[in-house]
């Protein structure tokens, strides 16, 4: 059989590193297999190198650089590399190359056709999958959800054909928990009126343990990759971590946050206001909202004005507007204003971060590669 390995992508965001710290503190037998990586498009804020040098620091292991490119030809960046080979085609939400190429392409040749099980820092307080790779050698884990399961995972374990299965496993599972209403729950099959998610719900509030149990049992008869593993610490996991506690693992670490995270206050035409970075990435990345430009532009305008240089007629990061309108005064000042309004309408995290705000998902956008 196949050595599994353990892998975990370092954005140079909060939830990524937080979560390589979150595994060497809760799960060492799991730290101690897990080989980190980051992918580096030569493009990244300062700040994104520095958090990951720190990092590496606090794991004590390496953290291994992939590039999307065999060397830096013509002492080209590996984004400006393909970016001539694209014929300087910039990209876009919808032309996602800059994903693939530095991103998706480096990493799949990173773990070749080995069994992998990929560690993902998607939130509890987080709606979404995030990006799962169609190799089926390739499975995902969500250890700060309480379903640490990636959908087709599920899809598969509670399929209707598995019901007397996982009942009669689970009938050999010492627990405490409420037997009956769990078993109960396990032989409703899923129909129009009882939807997957429902069930899934119902399962992991009555025994996220259990059910974990379960599904790592059923795993046992399937070709994912963690069928080759013996033991997986994880499913004992029942923790539901939220951004209040990335802040405070990356804090109490001594790891801390990356400064682009940090609120700047601002004044417009009488009314104050603060902004910041909401994610990691290219400090040109397209995904970013219009407030996060100005931020850009006011706080490293050096960076801000290479973003410029890229865009040409036909090419620009945001399709309604090029930065050389965005950064006119008046421009700017209404972007601002716009932005105060919209914060007066929502509430202030505990820790004093805007979430609704700033799309604060470090893995949308070409993080999300890091499966």
């Known amino acids: 059989m196949s050595k599994v390995r353990h892998v975990l992508g370092i954005s140079g965001g909060k939830d990524s590193a937080a979560l390589a710290i979150y595994i060497k503190d809760n799960y060492p037998d799991i730290h101690e297999k897990i080989e980190y990586y980051t992918s580096d498009t030569g493009r990244e804020l300062d700040e994104t190198y520095k958090l990951i040098d720190r990092l590496e620091n606090y794991l004590g292991k390496k953290i291994l650089r992939l590039t999307g490119v065999i060397n830096e030809d013509m002492g080209l960046t590996p984004f400006d590399f393909f970016l001539k080979s694209y014929g300087g085609y910039l990209p876009s939400t919808n032309a996602r190359w800059c994903t693939k190429k530095l991103k998706l392409d480096p990493f799949e040749k990173f773990v070749g056709s080995d069994p992998v099980i990929s560690y993902v820092g998607i939130r509890g307080d987080e709606d979404r999958e995030g990006y799962i790779s169609k190799k089926n050698t390739i499975q995902s884990i969500f250890p700060f959800r309480r379903n640490i399961w990636s959908e087709d995972v599920i899809n598969k374990t509670l399929n209707n054909n598995n019901i007397d299965f996982l009942i009669t496993t689970f009938e050999s599972i010492d627990t405490k928990i409420d037997k009956v209403r769990f078993v109960e729950i396990l032989r409703t099959p899923i129909s129009n009126t009882y939807s997957q998610t429902t069930k899934l719900k119902a399962l992991l509030e009555i ?40 802040f405070s693992i990356l804090n109490n670490s001594n790891v801390g946050v990356p400064a682009y995270y940090n609120k700047i206050e601002f004044e417009v035409n009488g009314k104050k206001g603060s902004y910041s ?17 100005i931020w850009l532009y006011e706080q490293h305008n050096e960076l801000f004005v290479k973003a410029m240089e890229y865009e040409k007629e036909g090419y620009t990061w945001m399709q309604d507007e090029p930065l050389s309108e965005i950064c ?25 971060y ?18």
């Open 277 to 293: 970075r909401s994610r990691s990435g290219c400090f040109f990345c397209f995904y970013q909202q219009k407030i996060e430009w």
């Open 207 to 246: 025994g996220t343990k259990e059910f974990n149990r379960l599904v790592f049992t059923y795993m046992k008869l399937t070709e994912y990759p963690l069928s080759l593993e013996e033991e997986f610490s994880l499913i004992d996991n029942d923790e539901v971590l939220v951004l209040d506690d990335i």
């Open 328 to 352: 006119k005064p008046e421009r700017m000042n209404k972007i601002k204003e716009d932005f105060i309004k919209k914060t007066d309408k929502v509430t202030k995290s505990k820790s004093g």
């Open 354 to 371: 805007f979430i609704d705000i700033l799309n604060d998902s470090e893995e949308e956008g070409c993080a999300s590669c890091f499966i």
